[in-house]
């Protein structure tokens, strides 16, 4: 895999993460869903994992992260009366801007896009933010935070304050290529060890295992990390469909392979998040 990658262009001339730095807290309930690039159905992935764990029972919050490129509230069709943007501008605090999502059962803070401003927060008012989601997600079973695409500094913040992040790739080898610089990047900053590998749109459960183990492998050989498989969710036309008609694809086509294949990584995340808070 070629060394110089979209993720790591996007990070070039930012000073990395200490990691013998001392950590901040991590939401033990928290769980960050990334990719190395776009278009790998990242935020899809996350509100149908949302929708999911709301649906087994679980009080969900997901969290917009993707500052200034923003579309959670896009493919569910929302028009959100308040978003991040009133945070980021002091009018309102993040607590004040959660909607409940009524039709999946699970609540959002929706982000603004086209806002270039909040992708370039300061660290000071970045680390804020963290701080105020970590104390909101304390009210919630499970927070899913839908992070930018790359591995930017803001990216980098958010997914370590998470308990698990999912990487999102796909069998294409630029995602394959930027999903490795996101584990390179990461593990740099002393944030291999909470990464978990998701493989999106697999034609097949062989070729699904294919694309897993040809990251696998690069991890192996150059970075000496195993990044474990969460699971795998089937390329499958439904879910177009879904997101054109702005709808979560459980609500309309719940029994497709890519709905179940998600609400198989929520029953794994379920029970990892279990043991993370039965170890205190």
């Known amino acids: 895999m070629s060394d110089t990658t979209t993720a790591e262009k996007q990070s070039a001339g930012k000073p990395a993460n200490n990691p013998t730095a ?35 029972g679980k009080k969900v919050l997901l969290f917009d992260g993707d500052l200034g490129l923003a579309n959670v509230d896009v493919q569910l069709g929302l028009m959100a009366k308040r978003d991040l943007n009133d945070v980021i501008r002091g009018r309102l605090s993040l607590d004040k801007v959660i909607q409940h999502y009524e039709e999946g059962g699970f609540d959002i803070i929706a982000g603004r896009s086209g806002q270039a401003s909040l992708s370039a927060l300061p660290s000071q008012r970045l680390a804020m933010l963290r701080d ?30 998470a308990t698990r992040t999912l990487l999102v790739t796909t069998d294409e080898p630029t995602s394959l290529t930027d999903a490795y610089a996101f584990i390179k990047l990461g593990n740099a900053a002393g944030m291999s060890k909470n990464v978990g590998i998701v493989v999106n749109q697999a034609p097949s459960n062989v070729e699904g295992e294919k694309t897993y183990k040809t990251l696998l492998k690069a991890c192996e050989n150059f970075l000496r990390l195993k990044p474990p498989l969460v699971g795998m969710v089937a390329h499958d036309p439904r879910v177009k469909d879904s997101i054109r008609h702005q709808t979560p694809i459980l609500i309309r086509s719940p029994n497709t392979d890519a709905a179940e294949d998600v609400e198989d990584i929520a029953r794994v995340m379920t029970k990892e998040l279990a043991k993370v808070k039965a170890a205190g």
Not at 140 to 156: F, H, K, M, P, S
């Open 22 to 56: 001392p950590a901040f807290r991590k939401g033990k309930n928290v769980i960050a869903v990334a990719s190395g690039k776009g278009g790998v159905g990242k935020t899809w992935f996350s509100i149908t994992l949302s929708h999911a764990l709301a649906r087994s």
């Open 132 to 161: 105020q989601l970590l104390e909101v997600a304390e009210k919630y079973d499970v927070v899913i935070i839908d992070l930018g695409a790359g591995v930017d500094r803001t990216v980098r913040m958010m997914s370590a304050s």
